[in-house]
């Protein structure tokens, strides 16, 4: 059951207003998880979505069952729900798009589809949250990437590992200068922090990364990595799945 993940560019320093926005008292979820397409059939089911931010990155993670871009993009383009928080934020938008009309939201979704670089989602499992961490970038680095898509050779992805069996899902998304991992667990939030120290600091599974990164450098010290993985972890906004919000 795959991820897949749209960015915004947003004012920094403004969370409070969007997680007013899209709190459960102000945000309508979707009016059913089930996508059709033009001809009302159905295509797929959309299982659940997530939206954080830090400083001027918007960040939603739709959890889906494999059904095309496009048709998520139309499904979502006729929420009224959806339309409305469009509209709710748009006075904290560096970038203003046109989201009233249904072509134009789903004009702006696939301008903000971000590039899968990597993806474990080996079963089926519900998530109980997400965690998304930002990567800072060295200039020219997200360009570079693009160019590069296909990263399995640049070293070993980071996996879903039976050592760590509360681990869902993990993703790595870029859209120009953001690079963002992705990591849903249906255990603790604490889990994912001694998943991402065992996989990325012990095992290395990002040192890949290092030619990319704004520094480079990696923490030797277990204890640095993790200070390292706080100051990247995003502000959960919302985290909402077919079962209810969560």
Avoid at 180 to 191: E, L, S, W
Wanted: aromatic share 6%; hydrophobic share 40%; charged share 25%.
């Amino acid at each position: 059951m795959p991820l897949d993940a749209i960015t915004y560019r947003v004012k920094a320093g403004h969370e409070d207003r969007l997680i007013e926005v899209f709190s459960p008292r102000n945000f309508t979820r979707v009016d059913s998880p089930v996508i059709r397409d033009a001809g009302g059939r159905t295509v797929g089911m959309l299982l659940g979505t997530g939206l954080f931010v830090q400083g001027e990155t918007l960040v939603r993670v739709i959890h889906h069952d494999g059904v095309p871009a496009a048709q998520i993009a139309r499904h979502m383009s006729v929420q009224e729900g959806v339309r409305a928080a469009e509209r709710a934020i748009q006075p904290w938008l560096t970038e203003p798009r046109d989201t009233e009309t249904e072509q134009g939201f789903r004009d702006h979704f696939h301008r903000s589809l971000m590039l899968v670089l990597e993806q474990d989602s080996p079963d089926e499992r519900p998530a109980a949250g997400t965690v998304a961490l930002r990567y800072p970038l060295r200039p020219g680095a997200g360009a570079e990437l693009a160019d590069a898509r296909d990263v399995r050779g640049r070293g070993t992805p980071l996996r879903v590992s039976p050592d760590h069996p509360t681990i869902v899902r993990t993703a790595l998304f870029l859209q120009q200068d953001t690079l963002v991992r992705v990591v849903q667990y249906d255990g603790h939030p604490y889990d994912v922090v001694g998943y991402l120290s065992d996989r990325c600091h012990g095992e290395k599974a990002e040192a890949w990364l290092a030619d990319y990164l704004l520094d480079p450098s990696r923490p030797v010290d277990p204890d640095a990595y993790l200070v390292r993985a706080h100051e990247q972890a995003m502000t959960s906004i919302a985290h909402m799945s077919v079962l209810g919000v969560e």
